[in-house]
């Protein structure tokens, strides 16, 4: 595969975690990394010194090199600038990470046979870790696939996806990382109430729970790990029993519902 030149639409969270994932796994497959954003040229400049990569204020310069072009910005915004795109692509591949987004809303704006893609990954990017379900339209030639599972395996594991399931799968692996994290802060509150240090309550909980993740990812399954900790009649049990009545399957099932909700409503008004 050629070296890669990536051009960025929005220098924000997600797009910094990607670029310090790709920086740190893929350097060798990119030749150019260009970062541009609407209007913070601090943000930009923070952007520079920390990974080295070209900045930006204006992305049209950038089109015609690029070979992923790679939207990480508010769904809102995608519509004005693939608009302010659209003259300008060739043969780039379009690339979104916009929840509730999907291909179509890239198809319909952008030149017909444009090869796009649709990733959904975490910020756990930043360290090589995220999980992404990516989905690619029928225009996406083999090379641009290439391109493709390089940056998502740059940034930890990619999984290839219909449409339909990574808009299911927003809530359960772009989000939920924010749910692990409230529980972090909520077990380390706890852990401070008793008297821990901040710091040292903060590592036991970091550890506890990336012990936990290593065993579901050594192929565990989460109910037999479950088992295994909470001993017939035990104290893990009776800690369950607390979540189990006060509904957190519910309060799960809800929250992973409301995020995707919110994700298609963002998205709404780009039908037209
Ligand atoms: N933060 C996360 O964990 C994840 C975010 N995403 C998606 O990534 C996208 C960006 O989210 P964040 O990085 O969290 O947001 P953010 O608010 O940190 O960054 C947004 C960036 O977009 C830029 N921007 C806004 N309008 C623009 C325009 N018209 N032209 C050029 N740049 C523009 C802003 O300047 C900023 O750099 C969203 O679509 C979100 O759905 C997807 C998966 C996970
Ligand atoms: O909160 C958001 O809108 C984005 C989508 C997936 C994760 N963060």
Same mark, same amino acid.
């Given at each position: ?136 339209? /029928?225009?996406?030639?083999? @090379?641009?696939?290439?391109? *493709?599972? $390089?940056?998502? #395996?740059?940034?930890?594991?990619? &999984? %290839? ?22 529980? /972090?802060?909520?077990?380390? @509150?706890?852990?401070?109430? *008793?008297? $821990?240090?901040? #710091?040292?309550?903060?590592?036991? &909980? %970091? ?22 900790? /909470? ?42």
């Amino acid at each position: 595969m050629k070296k890669v030149n990536v051009l960025f639409i929005g220098a924000g969270r997600m797009a910094e975690a990607i670029i310090s994932g790709l920086l740190k796994r893929q350097r060798e497959k990119i030749n150019q990394i260009v970062v541009t954003n609407r209007s913070n040229r601090e943000r930009l400049e923070e952007i520079e010194g920390r990974y080295g990569v070209t900045v930006a204020q204006s992305w049209q310069e950038h089109v015609p090199k690029a070979d992923v072009i790679l939207l990480a910005m508010p769904p809102d915004y995608h519509p004005e600038v693939l608009t302010s795109l659209a003259p300008h692509i060739q043969d780039q591949l379009v690339a979104t990470v916009a929840g509730g987004m999907g291909l179509h809303r890239l198809e319909k704006r952008l030149p017909s046979g444009t090869a796009v893609a649709w990733l959904m990954p975490n910020t756990a990017a930043h360290i090589g870790e995220s999980i992404s379900p990516y989905t690619l339209n /029928a225009h996406v030639t083999a @090379e641009q696939k290439v391109m *493709v599972e $390089m940056m998502v #395996e740059g940034i930890g594991k990619g &999984v %290839a996806c219909s449409e339909q399931e990574v808009h299911d799968l927003t809530a359960i692996t772009g989000s939920a990382p924010a749910f692990i994290y409230r529980i /972090a802060e909520l077990l380390e @509150e706890s852990a401070r109430d *008793v008297g $821990m240090p901040a #710091e040292q309550a903060h590592q036991l &909980v %970091a550890q506890m729970i990336y012990g936990a993740g290593k065993m579901l990812i050594e192929g565990e399954d989460p109910a037999y790990l479950r088992d295994q900790v /909470a001993s017939p009649g035990g104290s893990t049990a009776a800690g369950l029993g607390v979540l189990e009545k006060r509904g957190l399957r519910d309060i799960m099932r809800e929250a992973v519902q409301a995020t995707n909700e919110r994700a298609r409503e963002l998205t709404a008004d780009q039908e037209t």
